[in-house]
């Protein structure tokens, strides 16, 4: 069954330094991986995908995201950080369900904390 | 315009009620979910219909019963509320289940209160 980890429920960066949200999977076959950003009160936002391709995905507001097949990881960073990337961030796989239909399943979250 | 939209934004009721979460959709989606996020944050599907048919239900009571009128449109009931039942409901969507690069959108949510 597929599944993804973020082992930390919080991270805590100052601003201008690099941040990194960790995130595992475990999948059978090609994984299909996303990360996905909540501000408060809001609904989740897409931030990149990795499909195929370079292991470097870059998305959106600057963040990047590192595809390690060896190590199954696909770790969120940004080089800067700015406090208003304070947010609730979340890892997702593509899981395959029933009938070839997909589902996303999402990680725990980790709670990013950037501070002045 | 807000392209996944779902009323209302806050939902406070007694144990034992019935009551409806709305969504609309207005990006021309095949597909729309609804996921449940509990107090600790973790975020789990509930259900998926791509063109108006019921896809994925995951293990959820019958006292919940989506409806999908049409395919920008999904709706969710929930019969005799229990205390458990507190969470933030997200409404989302997707061009088509069958991508598999496919993102969500997704609505603002729906803060449910079950005193």
């Known amino acids: 069954a597929q599944s993804v980890a973020q082992p930390e429920d919080q991270v805590n960066v100052a601003e201008g330094n690099p941040l990194t949200v960790k995130c595992t999977y475990s999948?059978?076959?090609?994984?299909?991986l996303f990360w996905y950003v909540q501000y408060p009160n809001r609904g989740l936002q897409f931030l990149l995908k990795?499909?195929?391709?370079?292991?470097l995905v870059k998305g959106s507001y600057g963040f990047e995201a590192e595809f390690n097949k060896s190590q199954t990881s696909f770790h969120l960073k940004k080089p800067s950080a700015l406090v208003s990337d304070s947010a609730l961030y979340f890892c997702a796989v593509r899981g395959m369900f029933s009938g070839g239909y997909n589902k996303l399943i999402f990680g725990a979250g980790t709670r990013l904390a950037v501070h002045p | 315009d807000t392209a996944v939209s779902q009323t209302p934004k806050y939902l406070v009721t007694q144990m034992g009620n019935d009551k409806s979460i709305k969504c609309e959709q207005n990006l021309g989606h095949d597909t729309m979910y609804w996921y449940k996020q509990d107090s600790k944050k973790f975020l789990k599907i509930m259900f998926s219909?791509?063109?108006?048919?019921?896809?994925i239900n995951e293990t959820v009571p019958n006292r919940f019963s989506p409806k999908s009128p049409d395919k920008a449109h999904l709706n969710l009931h929930i019969n005799s509320l229990e205390l458990g039942d507190s969470a933030v409901y997200f409404c989302a969507s997707s061009q088509d289940l069958r991508t598999v690069n496919e993102k969500l959108f997704f609505g603002s949510g729906t803060q449910l209160s079950v005193l």
């Open positions: 999948v059978s076959g090609n994984p299909y």
């Open positions: 990795y499909i195929t391709g370079d292991n």
């Open positions: 219909y791509n063109n108006k048919e019921l896809i």
